[in-house]
């Protein structure tokens, strides 16, 4: 089969990681290849001094522009600075040379508004680029692109809008969900049309907002590069059938360069940061995660200010609560966090209606365990914890009550994977996990689904539609409660610059191989005990409530 031919516009062959890495990743594909590189030749010279520059710049859009662009360009080189020494983001300030791929080059001159924002073709370079055979086009390189050229090809141009279409608007990607305190940034991947930001949709997704703006620029381009590659692959696939998605029509303002003002609060605000977490460091112990318990018979509707709490173990702390009922007593087995170590490690607490104490260690390893799902089958206890620090799913199954326990398999190899859960439903297990699939890694944002008629397969099909859900408010997994074989995900929910803020729960409606579809029942928010600032496990068995909570105290260990 003939691959389908796709071109990539760009300003030169320098170019940024984000176009680097797309091309990288298009070689692995059977539908298409990067067969152009179409570049944008400006009308003057790019060669020109800073002054003359500055001088056009004024010119064009005025004074105050100026000095809010020149701000804002202060924040950049600033975090930039401090940013290049961490090796974890340094590759994202590189220059790329396409010049590696041996790509055919076309060169176009774009007519550029006046006031460079703007970009519309001749009919001389129209015919150049028509001429190509192109399957589809790719904006990669500046300006806003009008006209003629965004109907040439078949499947028209491809773009980023680098936030979500419906509040956000303009730019810069990335800096006013901060400014605004979103806990969540988007992305979407479009066809582009005639107005500004508001294409049709092929792609969307959320990630959990950073706080420090260079941050959040990197993670918007790095998570959201790895979807263009899967968008192109569908498109150009012969089965293909485009599916815009159901997005309501934009509604928010275009937004366009801080002020000064608003730039001297962003600066302000992250200088507060800083000095918060430095404080918290010294004074507090952060993440002071806690486990509470309820004996009830309605776990959707219950008043959880009258749950116990299991006391927090001298410099350890408990989260993650998951129960198993054994003869007349609940066994709750809990991520026991080591704060000397920096490891968790799987513990177990014996509670029935007077008491509760702790039994022991359950499981630990030489890598981090948190989040003990626990599942039967064939009368055997099995727990598949958070494993992702040995970049694994890990199964472990029970020898003895409740102590101990062996390694029984790997189902998933080399994933970066967080709080899985695993059940059997239709005559197949399903595994749902939350995976990263990006260099800078994110747990929260990405729900994917596999499933297998073993659970001791070698071979777990990934869905259809992996991931099923992008978006940080709803995918990452919070505890799993089977009732009259209904089967309810608990996922948390992140605040902005707040991990576990509050959770969910949602009843999942329709799974198999084509589709995935829930319904959200409930919340539960911070609220039910005093002082406290996040919940993120939920569970349920056999009349006993558990779910934990976060609470900061004075650091007393220092």
Known sequence: MEKARVGIIVDSLNSSKQIFDFIEASKNSNNYEISHLIIQKKNKQENINLLKKSLEYIKKRGLKKFISAVGFKVIINLEKI???????????????????????????????????????????????????????????????LKGEILNLCKNGIISFHHGDNNFYRGGPPGFWEIINKDARTGFIIQRLGNELDNGKVLFKGYFTTHWIYTINLINLFEKSNIFLHFVIENLTSNTSVINFKNVKQSVGPIYSLPSIYVSILYILYTLKNIIIKIFN????????????????????????????????PPNRYLADPFVVKKDNNHFCFVEDFDKKKKKGFISVYEINEVSCKEIGVALEES???????????????????????????????????PLKWKFAKTLIKNVSAVDTNIFYKDKKWWLLT?????????????????????????????????????????????????????????????????????????????????????????????????????????????????????????????
């Open 82 to 144: 401090i940013l290049k020494r961490n090796d974890k983001f340094s590759n994202f300030f590189k220059v790329y040379s396409l010049e590696k791929f041996n790509l055919k080059e076309i060169e176009v001159q774009p007519n550029i508004s006046e006031n460079g924002i703007f970009y519309s073709y001749n009919q001389t370079d129209l015919q150049k680029i028509r001429s190509l055979n192109l399957n589809l086009l790719i904006r990669g390189g500046s300006g806003i």
């Open 281 to 312: 460091e010294i004074f507090y112990n952060n993440y002071q995660w806690n486990v509470a318990y309820k004996f009830t018979s309605d776990w959707k509707n219950t008043n959880l200010s009258e749950a116990k709490t299991i006391p927090n």
């Open 367 to 401: 890598f981090h365990l948190s989040y003990p799902f626990l599942f039967s089958h064939n009368n055997e206890l099995y727990m598949c914890p958070d494993t992702h620090e040995a970049n694994e799913i890990r199964l472990y199954k029970c020898i003895e009550f």
């Open 434 to 558: 939350n995976l990263s699939n990006s260099k800078l890694e994110d747990h929260d944002s990405q729900l994917h689904i596999f499933s297998s008629e073993n659970i001791f397969s070698d071979k777990w099909e990934a869905h259809k539609k992996n991931p099923v859900i992008f978006d940080p408010f709803f995918a990452r997994n919070a505890g799993l409660i089977i009732e009259d074989n209904n089967f309810y995900r608990v996922y948390q929910r992140p605040g902005f610059n707040k991990y576990g803020e509050s959770l969910g729960v949602a009843k999942i409606e329709e799974l198999n191989g084509d589709n995935f579809k829930e319904n959200s029942k409930f919340k539960v928010s911070p609220n039910f005990f005093k002082d406290i600032e996040g919940t993120h496990t939920y569970n349920f068995s056999n009349g006993l409530l558990v779910l934990d909570f976060l609470k900061t105290s004075k650091n007393k260990t220092k």
